[in-house]
Nanobody, 130 residues
Framework: QVQLVESGGGLVQSGGSLRLSCAAS????????MGWFRQAPGKERQSVAS?????????TYAPSVKGRFTLSRDYAKNTVWLQMNRLKPEDTATYFC??????????????????????WGQGTQVTVSS
């Protein structure tokens, strides 16, 4: 049974930092894309960051977080982290770990995207106060 267990969310002041972690179990995800989405109340779920091994671990970031967030991944341990620095109130959302099979991870000149997410984490709340 596949499980994605997230941790690290919480309440932080604007300008602060948080680190999210996601540990996947139940199968080997070393060839899969792993990443993070977020969803704010009343808004659509959006991709924050993702990476896949065959791209040399190159990470695609949403423009709104580029330069502030860093995704890292341990392929052997099926674990992915999201280091979030210089947080802003607009980063407030529920953050979800996501896993997509390699055939549903598309790369263009603008970056790489999950076309289909096979597994989701339960979500962890991040709240940034102003």
């Amino acid at each position: 049974q596949v499980q994605l267990v997230e941790s690290g969310g919480g309440l932080v002041q604007s300008g602060g930092s948080l680190r999210l972690s996601c540990a996947a179990s139940g199968r080997n995800f070393s060839t899969y894309a792993m990443g993070w989405f977020r969803q704010a109340p009343g808004k659509e779920r959006q991709s924050v960051a993702s990476a896949i091994g065959w791209r040399g671990g190159m990470t695609t970031y949403a423009p709104s977080v580029k330069g502030r967030f860093t995704l890292s991944r341990d392929y052997a341990k099926n674990t992915v982290w999201l280091q979030m620095n210089r947080l802003k109130p607009e980063d407030t959302a529920t953050y979800f770990c996501a896993v997509a099979p390699p055939e549903h991870y598309y790369c263009t000149e603008n970056g790489c995207y999950m076309d289909r997410v096979d597994y989701w984490g339960q979500g962890t709340q991040v709240t940034v106060s102003s």
